[in-house]
C-alpha cells in the first residue's frame, strides 16, 4: 500500500469505462465469480476496522457540523464531564474518565506529547491507535508512570533524529494516528482540576519544539464523506482505496494486498460497483454478506475483549478476526494490560437482553473484580451500543458509586432492569432500556487472575 502508484484494475472486471490514471499497465488475472465471492469475504473482514475507526476520522477531523468535531488534527479536544445519552461520537462511550481526543497527521514531521507529572491517586491514559486500529503506543500511569514526559509519535516514512529531550519514541505504520485519551473524574467538585490537568496535555510540531524552519506541509487529502450504507456493503472498497495510501503494506500483508488487487482494492484506485461485470459483482456483494454475517456472530458470542485490542503480534495470527470483533463490540477499546473489558449479550436462554425483565449480577463475597485502579458495569441500548437515559442519569455502576449495599454474606448485587427495583434495592440499580440492551464490565488496572482467566464476570441471573 505505498503511496505511489496504484495497483491496476483487472480489464475484465470492468463493463466500461477508462483506467484510473493512477493505474499501470500491468493487467491481473480476472477472478472468476467464486474467486471474487472469496477475495471479498476476506477482504471486508480485513477492511471493517479501519473503516469504523474512519467513521469516527472524519467525523472528528473533517465534519463540521458533528458535535464531536475536534476542530483538525495535531490538536486535543478535551471533554470535562462523564459521557452522557447525548454523546454519539462513538460507540459503547466510557461513562468513567472523561475523554480527550486527537489524531495527529505524521506525514510533514513528527508530533510531540509533553505530559505533566500526575499526583496519585488519579488515573490517565494516553491511548495511541493507528488507522488499523492497532493500539501501538501507551503513555500514562501505568506505561510511563506519573512522572512528566515528553514522547515523539514519528510516521512510517520519517527518517530523521531523534532531538535531545524525548523521553522515549514511538514510531506508527500509518500516516495518521489518533489517542483516545481518559483522565479520572472524581465527582463534580473535580471538574476544575481535571481541566487544569487537561491543558497540560501538549501536541507540538518537531520543528516547533526544535525551534527550526518548520517543514513544506504535507499536501490536503480530499476524503470521501461517511456514508455507512455503503462503507459497510460492496461500497467499502471505494473508502478502503481512499485510506490505503497512509497505511504502507507490511511485508506480512503483502500477498493478501494481491489478492484483494484482484476485486479492484489499492490505494487510489477507483472503484464504481455498477462498472463491475454483474456476476462478479454480485459475487462481492455475496462474499461481504457472508462476512458480516459470521462476524455478528462471532461477536454475538463473546463474553471477554482479552485478545480484541492492541498490536497486530498481540492479537495473533487471527488478527483480521480479533479487531474486528472489537471494532463491531466497542471500537477503541484498551489492550488487556491497560482494561479489560467482559460483556454479556444472552441471556441463559440465548436470547438477547430485554430491560423489561429483571437481572441481577451478583458478585460472591470476595469476588469482586480484582484491580488495581477501579472497576464499573455500563449499561448500553441495542442495537445503538448508546448510553441510556433514566430517571436517576445513572449510566454505570461500580466501585466508585456511592451507597452500594452488600448483602449480610458480603456478596454484592446488581439489579439491570427498566423499572425501579424498589427503595431497598435502588443503591444498586443500573437502569436499562425497556427493550434490548447490553452492559459492559470495566476493569482498569485489571489483575492477574483476571487476565489469566481464574476470576471471570458472573453470569447474569434472572429473577421472576
Not at 506529547?113 to 494516553?126: D, Q, T, W
Not at 487544569?196 to 490536503?220: D, M, V
Amino acid at each position: 500500500m505505498s503511496p505511489g502508484p496504484g495497483l491496476p484494475l483487472v480489464p475484465s472486471l470492468l463493463a466500461a469505462g477508462p483506467a484510473h490514471a493512477t493505474d499501470n499497465v500491468q493487467t491481473l488475472p480476472a477472478p472468476s465469480p467464486a474467486e471474487a465471492r472469496a477475495i471479498a469475504e476476506e477482504a471486508w473482514l480485513y477492511a471493517y476496522a479501519p473503516l469504523q475507526g474512519y467513521q469516527t476520522f472524519w467525523n472528528q477531523t473533517q465534519n463540521k457540523a458533528f458535535p464531536g468535531y475536534v476542530g483538525g488534527f495535531n490538536r486535543f479536544r478535551h471533554y470535562s464531564r462523564s459521557a452522557t445519552p447525548a454523546d454519539t461520537d462513538i460507540v459503547t462511550p466510557n461513562n468513567d474518565t472523561p475523554y480527550s481526543w486527537a489524531w495527529l497527521d505524521l506525514r510533514a514531521e513528527p508530533i510531540v506529547l509533553k505530559l505533566p507529572a500526575v499526583a496519585a491517586p488519579r488515573y490517565y491514559v494516553n491511548q495511541w491507535f493507528d488507522l488499523y486500529t492497532h493500539n501501538f503506543a501507551y503513555t500514562g500511569v501505568r506505561a510511563t508512570g506519573r512522572g512528566a514526559g515528553t514522547y515523539l509519535f514519528a510516521g512510517p516514512r520519517w527518517q530523521g533524529t531523534v532531538p535531545k529531550g524525548i523521553t522515549k519514541v514511538f514510531r506508527a505504520e500509518t500516516d495518521f494516528v489518533g489517542t483516545l485519551t481518559r483522565t479520572q473524574l472524581n465527582g463534580p467538585d473535580d471538574i476544575p482540576a481535571l481541566q487544569a490537568l487537561q491543558a497540560r496535555y501538549q501536541l507540538i510540531p518537531l520543528s516547533r519544539f526544535e525551534g527550526t524552519k518548520p517543514p513544506r506541509p504535507a499536501p490536503p487529502v480530499t476524503w470521501p464523506a461517511w456514508d455507512a450504507s455503503k462503507a459497510e456493503g460492496i461500497g467499502f472498497i471505494a473508502y478502503l482505496n481512499a485510506l490505503l495510501p497512509f497505511m504502507p503494506t507490511v511485508p506480512s500483508e503483502r500477498a493478501m494486498m494481491a489478492r484483494f488487487a484482484r476485486i479492484g482494492i489499492g490505494p487510489r484506485r477507483a472503484f464504481d460497483p455498477a462498472r463491475l461485470d454483474p456476476q462478479i459483482r454480485t459475487a462481492i456483494s455475496e462474499g461481504v454478506a457472508v462476512a458480516a454475517a459470521n462476524l455478528r456472530s462471532k461477536a454475538l458470542a463473546q463474553s471477554s475483549s482479552k485478545g480484541f485490542f492492541g498490536t497486530r503480534q498481540e492479537l495473533g495470527p487471527d488478527y483480521l478476526t480479533y479487531r474486528a470483533m472489537g471494532a463491531m463490540l466497542g471500537i477503541y477499546g484498551n489492550s488487556s494490560a491497560e482494561a479489560l473489558y467482559a460483556s454479556q449479550q444472552t441471556g441463559p436462554d440465548g436470547k438477547v437482553l430485554d430491560g423489561r425483565r429483571r437481572w441481577v449480577l451478583r458478585f460472591p463475597a470476595g469476588q469482586l473484580p480484582p484491580v488495581s485502579e477501579f472497576w464499573s458495569i455500563t449499561m448500553y441500548n441495542l442495537p445503538q451500543r448508546l448510553l441510556v437515559a433514566n430517571p436517576i442519569d445513572r449510566y454505570s455502576i461500580g466501585d466508585r458509586t456511592q451507597g452500594l449495599k452488600l448483602g449480610a454474606d458480603g456478596s454484592l448485587e446488581l439489579y439491570l432492569q427498566h423499572d425501579n427495583p424498589g427503595p431497598d434495592k435502588v443503591s444498586n440499580w443500573l437502569p436499562a432500556p425497556a427493550g434490548p440492551f447490553f452492559f459492559v464490565a470495566r476493569l482498569y488496572g485489571p489483575g492477574a487472575t483476571a487476565l489469566s482467566g481464574q476470576w471471570t464476570l458472573p453470569v447474569l441471573e434472572e429473577r421472576r
